[in-house]
């Protein structure tokens, strides 16, 4: 009795958690194998592995592949470069610390769509963007961000949305550290970049695999950022496996390629979050 009736108090939740997951997966997968577009109703014949050979043979996919991993692994490098920077940069007592790092945090609160406008029209305008005038200040013809660089410009965009993260975590370790030992590293002779060297970085190692783990994990699903300001174009040159999937789904109405690409997703996904743990579980023993 003891033991199940926790067990039945948990269950109600349990099942309702279940069936939020399983539910819409399955749904999916069910779609991923049937033919089901919009522009056609009516019977959905099976189609078995039809569509998941059209998402990967389409001509943007392994473009969208390339563009996915770049906008990972550019916004980890930026946040987590600069977070350190930052985090060291704020970590020491100065006159308005507080306001600074409020000041450092509050970009992470700012929703994706706002985000992407906010860039678009008041930074990267070619004409009335900050951007710009700060190019015609020096003499230069200012840069069409979404034109000319538009992978970049989503980069920029998404790590500045980031940065606070992986600055937030930092400033939090750094807390932690040992000062003491920082002391006496000091009044031993070691300079600030031995410090930084043997003390500081071994003691970001944890948070590090932290950030690098929940940033790769929700980079893969990044779509407002493109949707809003570049449209996957020109070409397919932003286009990323999430704008791919909505591009096939509700812009050349196939539901069931779209589904199978989505599936394709959440593999890659698990893949690369059962990758990572294990990392992080080896970092942390």
């Not at 108090?9 to 033919?35: D, E, R």
């Amino acid at each position: 009795m003891n033991r199940f009736l926790p067990r039945a108090l948990m269950a109600p939740a349990v099942v309702t958690l279940i069936l939020w997951m399983i539910v819409p997966l399955a749904m999916t997968i069910y779609f991923s194998l049937v033919t089901y577009n919009l522009m056609q109703p009516g019977d959905h014949p099976f189609a078995g592995l039809d569509n998941f050979h059209y998402f990967v043979t389409d001509p943007d996919f392994w473009a969208s592949v390339a563009n996915t991993l770049n906008l990972i692994g550019s916004v980890i490098v930026i946040t987590v470069v600069f977070g350190v920077l930052l985090a060291l940069l704020v970590n020491e007592p100065f006159p308005g610390r507080g306001i600074v790092r409020v000041l450092l945090i509050s970009p992470f609160f700012v929703m994706p769509a706002v985000n992407a406008l906010l860039w678009k029209h008041m930074m990267m305008n070619p004409i009335y963007g900050v951007l710009a005038d700060v190019w015609r200040a020096f003499g230069a013809e200012p840069i069409d961000w979404m034109t000319d660089v538009p992978l970049l410009s989503v980069i920029i965009m998404v790590a500045w949305q980031w940065l606070p993260f992986a600055c937030l975590i930092f400033i939090t370790s750094l807390q932690s550290l040992d000062r003491e030992q920082m002391e006496a590293a000091r009044m031993d002779g070691a300079g600030a970049f031995q410090r930084f060297y043997y003390l500081i970085l071994p003691h970001l190692a944890r948070p590090m695999a932290v950030v690098i783990m929940i940033e790769m994990i929700f980079l893969l699903s990044v779509f407002a950022e493109i949707a809003i300001t570049t449209n996957g174009g020109p070409g397919n040159e932003s286009t990323n496996l999430t704008y791919l999937i909505f591009k096939q789904s509700l812009m050349n109405f196939d539901v069931g390629v779209a589904s199978a690409g989505a599936l394709f997703a959440v593999v890659l996904a698990n893949i690369v979050a059962a990758f990572l743990i294990r990392i992080i579980g080896k970092s942390l023993d």
